[in-house]
């Protein structure tokens, strides 16, 4: 194996691990803000257009969003309004 090889490799990991990363990231963003804005699985699921079962396999990191719905996650974070302030809120 040559050199450059080796280091596009490394790269490659170095990259996918920083993507895993952040989709995890994001992934918590999202439960946070399903709890604090008292919305379900299933009204997630319904607001992207993807079934109950897909969001599940999100939030238990099965598997991972595409790129239209990550979009989509953060765009739903960026503009939502401020959650309820009855809802319950997040042990640290």
């Not at 719905?69 to 959650?83: D, E, F, I, Q, Y």
Request: proline share 3%; aromatic share 6%.
């Amino acid at each position: 194996m040559s050199v450059q090889s080796l280091q596009r490799d490394s790269t490659l990991y170095y990259v996918n691990r920083v993507a895993a990363e952040r989709t995890k990231q994001l992934i918590e963003r999202v439960k946070t803000w399903c709890i604090a804005h008292e919305v379900k699985q299933r009204e997630l699921a319904d607001k992207l257009g993807v079934s109950r079962q897909l969001v599940t396999e999100w939030f238990a990191f099965r598997k991972k969003p595409t790129s239209e719905h990550t979009l989509t996650l953060l765009g739903l974070l960026k503009s939502s309004a401020k959650p309820n302030p009855k809802a319950k809120k997040l042990k640290s």
